[in-house]
């Protein structure tokens, strides 16, 4: 969904936008996959699956499973490449987390974003347990010297509980900046211009939109008080 919203506020600014999808898994040939997904809610059809793998695994994993080749991540990053020749903006979504295995060697979605010098979007949970899974992300990401382009939540509640609402600060302090975006659950189900409003509502100025953290924050903080 983050993915889709990037993509829609970038195509609604008039640019060139192609996602890739490097290893889709989980999803048997012929099925729609993340990337109709996407070409659905943003209106755009320059999408790109590198691989597919039916069993709903790990890349490296479902291609073992089913005895195909695993991906090959240096192709993936020329393909990239090329693509960016000819577009304002490439899109590269993951599976499964940054350091979730592609092939045998090890190779993982921060490979990816190194050999390509690519900021690195981190989209997390709202609620238990997303402080220690994003800590590891962030000091992951910190190690390897990958920029970090911003932090999303990609599914906030309709009615959010103290962990939601506490978890905001948390989340901001081990990002060491403001959250870039929150969208709302259930915008997957919207209309396509419902969705576009969804994302400039959810996602930050860095990423098109005017989702205001501070405001957000203090809303939910007044809200926990308040409780």
């Known amino acids: 969904m983050v993915t889709a919203a990037v993509a829609a506020l970038a195509s609604a600014r008039g640019e060139k ?8 898994t989980g999803v048997a040939a012929g099925e729609p996959g993340d990337l109709d997904e996407v070409a659905r809610l943003a209106g755009s059809g320059d999408t790109h699956e590198l691989a597919r793998f039916p069993d709903p695994l790990s890349p490296e994993a479902a291609a ?16 990239v490449r090329s693509l960016a020749a000819t577009r304002d903006r490439v899109l590269v979504e993951g599976a499964g987390g940054l350091l979730v295995r592609y092939d045998p060697g090890g190779a993982t979605l921060a490979d990816l974003a190194r050999a390509l010098a690519a900021p690195v979007l981190v989209v997390t949970e709202a609620g238990l347990g997303t402080l220690n899974n994003t800590a590891l ?10 920029a970090l382009a911003g932090l999303v939540i990609g ?25 870039s975006g929150v969208l709302a659950a259930g915008a997957g189900r919207l209309g396509r211009a419902a969705f576009c409003h ?14 205001d953290p ?4 203090e809303k939910h903080t007044a809200a926990r008080e308040a409780t």
Do not use: I, M, Y
Not at 64 to 79: F, M, N, Q
Not at 198 to 211: K, V
């Open 17 to 24: 936008v192609a996602v890739v999808k490097p290893a889709q």
């Open 64 to 79: 073992r499973a089913c005895g195909l080749p695993p991906l090959d991540l240096a192709r993936a990053a020329s393909e």
């Open 137 to 146: 992300t962030l000091e992951a990401l910190a190690l390897r010297g990958l």
């Open 155 to 179: 599914s906030w509640p309709d009615s959010p509980g103290l962990a939601e609402r506490s978890n905001l600060t948390d989340l901001e302090a081990l990002a060491g900046e403001p959250l």
């Open 198 to 211: 969804a994302a400039a509502e959810g996602l930050g100025r860095s990423l098109g939109g005017h989702f």
């Open 214 to 217: 501070a405001g957000f924050r």
